[in-house]
């Protein structure tokens, strides 16, 4: 009886448990999202790894439009794939057209289904983001003292990845 009370912990310390924030966030976004056309939020907050840098600074996906279709459409018919809005700023129009293609595919290949088929652009202003940290590179001293921590790796390149690895996170880390 007593095996049975733990392994089902009462219903109320199940609900308080601590929750990741990013659950949190996406449960509220995704219903203004699905106004704009977009089913959940992944597009939005990962634009930047989608994009990459540099076109994320000068484009903002603003909404998906998917196919509207008639009666005539069968049930068993593929769903044909959405139109993603994008805004980019006016002197890079061309570029991101040329890119297009591309973009489509690290969309899709992002949310694992083939949900954009085109990219629609609208020239305009695009809302500013905080630049991201740069961090410096890591000294000669850390270097050295990633590579003393992984000196009984044996395998050559998986050591020196745990060097560089160790390097930046010592480089990010307070010293004491």
Known sequence: M????MANPP?????NAPKPLADLIGGAIDPLLA???FGESDIIMSWD????E?????TQPLKLQWPHHGPKRSPEA????????????GAFAIEVQHLSDLLCQRI???????????????????????PKKRISPPTKEVVDQARSLSQGIEDEALREA????????????PQK
């Not at 007593?2 to 009370?5: D, G, I, S, V």
């Not at 219903?11 to 609900?15: G, P, Q």
Request: charged residues 30%.
């Open 78 to 89: 593929a769903m044909e794939p959405a139109t993603l809005v994008l805004r980019v700023e």
């Open 49 to 52: 790894d989608i994009a990459g």
């Open 108 to 130: 899709n290949a992002r949310l694992g289904w083939r949900c954009v088929g085109r990219i629609a652009l609208r020239q305009g202003p695009v809302e500013r983001r905080a």
């Open 35 to 37: 106004k704009q056309g």
């Open 2 to 5: 007593l095996e049975r009370a």
């Open 54 to 58: 540099r076109l994320a600074a000068v």
């Open 11 to 15: 219903a109320k310390a199940r609900r």
């Open 162 to 173: 745990l060097t560089r690895l160790g390097a930046r996170v010592l480089t990010q880390t």
